[in-house]
Each structure stands twice: as C-alpha cells, then as structure tokens.
C-alpha cells in the first residue's frame, strides 16, 4: 500500500523536511516549502496523503497561513488525509484544522515512529474509503448481456438500472446494433413487472397495411380473411412490457392512435368498438434523428413527448473506449464454442485492426466478421485478413486539449482500459503490455474504478 502513495509534506524547515523524507521511506516523497508550493504540487500530484506544518512562511510563528494551506490544497485534493503538525499545546489551531478537513493531529517535538503510524493509518483509511468509491461506482457495472468498460456506457447502464422500476415510458436511441433491445430487456428485468411478458415488435419490418392489427388486433370479419377475433401486442402485453423498436418508422396514420392509448392507456380493436384498458410499460427504441422529423413533419411532437419522458442515448461501438477490443474477445470465445473449434485468439495486428476500424454496423457487424473469421480461420490465431479489416496506419492522433492533468488522467485511463481489453482481462499480460508492475496496475484499476 505505502509504496503506490503519494505524501506531500508541507514544512519549511529543510533539515526537518530531510528526516521526514527518510522516515517515510516507501512512499513517494512530494516536497513543498510554503503555501504556493503546496498549492501547486497538490494541483499536479493529486497526493493521498499530506503532512503540513501549520507554522509556515510568511508567519512561522502563528498558524494563519498553514489553516489557509491547508484548506487550498484540501480543495485541490478532497480525497486526500492530512496530518497536520502543531506546535506544543496548541490544541486550539489543532482542532480549527480538524473542522476544516483533517484527519489527524501531531503536536511537536516530532517522534518519528509517532508519526510513520499515524500516516499509515491514514493510508489504511484512505485504501478502505476508495476501495468504498469504487464499490459504488461498480453498482454501475455493465447489465446482463451488456458488455462495456467505457465510462459513458457506464453511466447508460446506471441510468437503464435507475429508471428500471419507475413506470416511465423510456425512448433509447442509438445507431443499428448499439444492443438497444438488450437495454430494453433490462429495463423489463429490473422492473417491478419482471415476471410479465415482454413483447417486442419492430415497427419497421411489418408493412403499414398490417401493422395496426399487429399491434392492437382485431376483430372478426372486421377484413376480409379475419376468420376469428386476435388480440394485437399491445394487449398481449398487458401487465408486463411493450418494446417498440424503431418507432421513428411508425406510419403517421397509426402515431395518432399510439398517442391516444399512450394517454388513455385504452385500446380498440380493429373492426371493434369496445375499449379495452391496458396496463403496459412502453419502451420504445429508434435510430432517427426524432428532432429532425418533428420539423419535417413526419413524427407528431405531442407523441415524441409522451415517448420521451425518460431518454437515453447509447454511444456508438467506435465511441467507447476499449470496448471494440473488448467485446472482440468475448465474441470470439462465444463463436469458437458454438463452432467447437480450439480456443482462438487474436494476433496483435487484429487487434490494431480492431480498434482502428469505425464499425458502423456497431456490434451486430462485429458479430458477423468474427463468426465468418472463426469459421474461414486456418489457424488458432485470426489475423486482420481473416477478418477482413485493414490495417491501421502509423500517424498520430493530435488532441486539442491543453488540461495537462486532464489530458494525462484520460490518456493513462484509456491506456489501461485498451491494455485490459487487449488480454482479454488478463492482469500479467497487461501489466507486461504497459510495462509496469502488476500492483501498479492494480493501483490504476483501483484508481479509475476498472476492478
């Protein structure tokens, strides 16, 4: 543990600052001087830990200037545990820092065994709290059959497990085979209405003429051929959850329809005059821009409106970070399985390929390149012309950004992320790929939330 922290000491006193240092040894030592110092390093280093001395320049004698060092740097690392260092009975000024933050007090002449046991206290604190932190962010973790490790995905994921039991109507959008469906069966299986049918029906693969019985049903001899009375999907559903998939294709001549059993909650049949009440939660999914066909007048606002009260946007493939590589693996264990052939794996290459390629069918396309790959492969180990992907090219990617620790904290983010991915979750293989030390890669797992 000591050995992956960062200890900013805060204390003017050279010769004190040296004996610290030694103290400490083991963890990774960060230096300042005075409250600008302190403020700069804490700004860069982020550090877990601090020790300040509340006795600093420019008025050693009293402990203005350390309160209002300790108070800047706690604000630019809130997560951090401080230890501040007082002179004898000044119990006062200690309990003044407690309020504003910190963890512990030590009044001076410092004892150096004293001292190392208070900070690995707070080591040891500050381990079990982030380890907490990332608990929680885990709540979030991908849903059943959702495979991401992309913190936007995350986020949707989060989302799909929070609006779940509310009995909201919910619209996902996304491009063709951002796994739309699967989130409206999550939203189904987290809901209070889980043990319920869940009835899907893709508004753009039923021609029009058919689609208003297939959705509300009909009665008999209502047209010619209906020999019996059937009930549509919608009414099928009642009581569990009604999926509409790609409604931004739904004719206007049946939107008007949809809007009143949306607001009545009642349906009638075709050929029918009965109402039929319908208790039915509606997810509705769509890959159109709904906005642009509202101005077009091809999509009814009042319905976008009674479609939309919750709206959830599901990033495309390319726009997650290390998930194309990520879902890569796991599709090819799956196809290699189904297909009984020997466990396969991908050259690096393939992986580049992978990576660099935009993936416009997202995952459905994704799914077919790598099954017809398994299929043609020779070998155990697929290649990019197995795949039929290009290999990328060697030029660089330029970033706009100039947030240097905001750039950096995204960079070594993306980097585990994508080292991850690459080995499939093997932790040797992407410590080795990263060229640190496994503890060290457990450390930017635990610190990015990826365990």
């Not at 099928?236 to 809007?259: C, W």
């Amino acid at each position: 543990m000591a050995n992956t922290y960062k200890l900013l000491i805060i204390e003017d006193d050279e010769g004190l600052q040296e004996q610290l240092r030694w103290c400490f040894d083991g963890y990774e030592i960060v230096q300042a001087y005075d409250r600008a110092q302190a403020v700069k390093e804490a700004r860069r280093h982020q550090p877990e830990l601090m020790l300040v001395d509340l006795g600093l320049p420019p008025d050693p004698a009293n402990a203005s200037e350390g309160l209002a060092a300790l108070q800047e740097v706690l604000g630019e690392a809130p997560q951090s545990k401080a230890i501040v260092v007082t002179g004898n009975d000044d119990r006062e000024n200690a309990l003044r820092a407690v309020a504003l933050g910190a963890y512990d007090f030590y009044s001076k002449p410092v004892d150096a065994d004293t001292l190392r046991l208070l900070v690995d206290r707070a080591a040891q604190l500050y381990s079990l709290e982030a380890e907490n932190r990332h608990l929680a962010q885990r709540s979030a973790s991908p849903l059943d059959g959702f495979l991401t490790g992309d913190p936007e995905m995350l986020r949707v994921c989060q989302m799909v497990e929070r609006v779940a039991p509310a009995d909201a109507t919910v619209l996902l959008r996304g491009e063709s085979g951002t796994g739309k469906e699967i989130l409206a069966r999550a939203v189904h299986r987290l809901s209070g209405r889980s043990e319920q049918r869940f009835v899907a029906i893709n508004c753009a693969a039923i021609p029009e003429n058919l689609l208003e019985s297939e959705l509300f049903g009909y009665e008999k001899g209502a047209f010619t051929g209906a020999h019996r009375q059937t009930i549509g999907k919608i009414e099928y559903a009642d009581g569990g959850t009604l999926f509409l998939d790609e409604i931004g294709d739904l004719p206007l001549s049946l939107q008007a329809k949809l809007l009143r059993f949306l607001q009545e909650r009642t349906i009638e049949r075709v050929g029918g005059r009965q109402s039929i009440p319908v208790d039915v939660r509606v997810v509705c999914a769509t890959h159109r821009d709904l906005g642009q066909m509202i101005r077009e007048r091809e999509f009814r606002e009042d319905l976008f409106y009674r479609v939309a009260e919750i709206e959830l946007t599901i990033p495309a493939l390319r726009e997650r970070q290390g998930d194309a590589a990520l879902v890569a693996h796991s599709l090819l264990e799956r196809f290699a399985r189904e297909q009984r052939h020997p466990r396969r794996e991908f050259t690096p290459e393939a992986i580049d390929a992978i990576e660099a390629h935009t993936w416009p069918g997202n995952v459905r396309e994704m799914e077919n390149v790598i099954r017809r790959a398994v299929i043609m492969a020779d070998g155990k180990r697929i290649t990019p012309e197995e795949l039929g992907l290009e290999c990328p090219s060697d030029d660089q990617e330029g970033d706009s950004s100039l947030r240097l620790r905001q750039v950096r904290d995204q960079a070594e983010q993306q980097a585990v992320v994508r080292a991850l991915s690459r080995c499939n979750g093997n932790i040797a293989q992407a410590a080795a790929l990263l060229g640190v030390s496994r503890p060290t890669l457990y450390s930017l797992m635990d610190k990015y939330g990826l365990r």
